[in-house]
């Protein structure tokens, strides 16, 4: 038998009953709200297999990572029910928080684009929507730094929370129109910015001198620049800067019809 072979872990189904956090300090704290929200919202096919120790004298397998998820089957079903469990080699406290350790701190997250792809597929309502008006403007969902295409998937979620799916169509139809082929345009800041403007204002804009005025005084990149100078004076995030200074410059030789930031 291989060395791996030798030391490699068991798969089993255990009761609830005979498992337990044996060791509070090669875990991290218990919280009884996480474990509820899972058990709410249950769905078998997608629970993950709980990693534990072997047994200790009295038959009780600590639990290494798992345990909001055994709470919640508790919660459920019993003690008596069954889990399906991973059995690895530790045997003392030491070995345990390693373990937990490696496996929370080696697990590469999905990205914002994995997530919002998976979503789109799944069907999810909010993301289907977003990707149907990216698509419809030209846009796709893609790391590329392509000027055809936008990562920030939180900005467009954030608009879209917010504002609604016809403001974040506005907003992403005027960056387009404004600067087509700067592939820095559609960075997180300056969509949540631009949607910010347009959400509180539409009802008063004069889209085509929010867009000339932009177009002939700012590139994206010097926006963002002029926006952190902003932020950096009256705080906030970098999209509030955003959205100041586009005002600022929309309001620059109006006498009536100025904008308020």
């Known amino acids: 038998m291989s060395t791996f072979g030798e030391n490699a872990h068991s798969t089993k189904w255990i009761p609830i009953k005979n498992l337990s956090v044996v060791w509070a ?9 996480h474990a509820s929200k899972i058990a709410s919202s249950f769905d078998p096919d997608l629970f ?26 508790r919660s459920l079903y019993g003690e008596e029910e069954q889990v399906p469990c991973r059995v690895v080699s530790a ?8 373990i937990f350790d490696k ?51 939180a900005a467009l979620i954030n608009v ?20 087509r082929d700067d592939k820095g345009a559609t960075e997180g800041p300056i969509i949540e910015g631009f949607g910010s403007l347009i959400g509180e204002h539409r009802g008063h804009l004069d889209w085509k001198r929010l867009r000339e005025k932009t177009a002939l005084n700012y590139t994206p990149g010097r926006l963002l620049g002029q926006a952190k100078a902003d932020k950096e004076t009256l705080g ?25 930031e």
């Open 25 to 33: 300090t090669a875990q991290r704290e218990f919280n009884e709200r």
């Open 48 to 73: 993950d297999t709980l990693v534990v120790t072997l047994p200790n004298g009295d038959g009780i397998y600590h639990v290494v990572d798992g345990q909001h998820r055994m709470a919640a089957i």
């Open 91 to 98: 045997k003392d406290p030491a070995r345990a928080a390693v």
């Open 103 to 153: 496996i929370n701190t080696g697990r590469r997250l999905p990205s914002g684009i994995e997530k919002f792809r998976v979503r789109v597929t799944a069907g999810a309502e909010t993301e289907v929507a977003i990707n149907k008006v990216v698509s419809m403007l030209g846009y796709r969902i893609d790391a590329s730094p392509d000027a055809n295409c936008i990562r920030a998937t």
């Open 160 to 179: 879209h929370n917010v504002f609604g799916l016809e403001v974040l169509r506005e907003t992403l139809s005027t960056i387009r129109t404004t600067w």
């Open 236 to 260: 906030g995030r970098l999209a509030d800067g955003i959205r100041r200074v586009l005002i600022r410059n929309y309001n620059q030789g109006l006498r009536a019809g100025k904008l308020g």
